[in-house]
Structures are given as C-alpha cells and as structure tokens.
C-alpha cells in the first residue's frame, strides 16, 4: 500500500491530488505493491517509448512527453511508498541526526532540504508559517528535527529510489 493512514493524516487535499494523478497515469490504486508497479511501469514505458515512433515525428514527439511523465510518476509513488521509506529509515534517521542543513527551499507547501552528506529531502504539506519559522529559528536544524522531520511525509530526491 502506497499511503498508509498515518501519511494520509500528513497530505493535504494538493498532495493527495498528485498522489491519486500520478496513480491514474499508471493506472494503478494505492494496494499496489511496488513490485507490480515495477511491472505496469515497464509495460507502459514499452507502450509509449519514443523509440517505437521512427517515421512519425508527431507521434515520436507525444510519445516523448508521455514517458517523461510516466517515468516522473513511477519515480515518485516508488519514493514515497512505505516500502521505501522503511528500507532507506536507518539512512534517513542518520542524515537528519548527524548531518547539518546546507541550503532549503519552500514552493508551494514543498521545502526541499539540502544536507551536508550529500541528502535531500522533499517534505510535502508544509505550511508556509512553518517554513517561515524555519527560516527565522536561531538554530534551524533543531527546529526542523522537531517540526518538520517526523511530521510530514517527505521523499529522498538526492538519488532516484528503484523498485525491487
């Protein structure tokens, strides 16, 4: 499963509308395990390659424009599944533990964190107060290990996280 309730509690409506559109382009629900996934991925990336389109410049370009969003959406659901999360936590625990923060960015309730051993993470559905106060604490690292870390659902974003 994809979302458990405890993510749910931690999406906004946003969020939880790019989980469900991601979900839609590969035609899956969220009781999909990441191994079908990985199979209904390289199935429709068979379907729509580019490569299959030699004479048809139109349908080569569409074709272009499909696979990069269906790769993006692969990508994401394979980051924020629970699987995942729970096979990289031990990284993530020591990242958020032992390394400092480097730079951040905030767009639209996403704060993207940059860490000095090379991490970043993306934290979704955090309030734009939240973020503020982050940039304004004495100590951000410390503020962020009680507001941010563990409080909402956030994806790694400095490698690209492969399904088993």
Known sequence: MFVSELHVAQINKKHMKRIQNHRKLLGVDENVDLKELKSIYR???????PDKFHDDHEEKTAAEEKSKKVIAAYHFLVS??????????????????????????????ILRIVFSDGNEYEYYG???????????????????????????????????????
């Open 43 to 49: 199935n429709l990336m068979k379907e729509c390659h």
């Open 80 to 109: 924020i599944a629970p699987e995942t999360l729970e096979s990289t936590q031990d990284e993530y625990n020591e990242t958020i533990t032992n390394a400092s923060i480097m730079d951040y960015e905030y767009k639209s309730e």
């Open 126 to 164: 955090v309030p734009k107060a939240i973020y503020v106060k982050l940039v304004n604490a004495e100590t951000p690292a410390r503020f962020a290990r009680r507001h941010i870390y563990n409080e909402y659902i956030y994806r790694s974003t400095s490698k690209q996280v492969a399904a088993v």
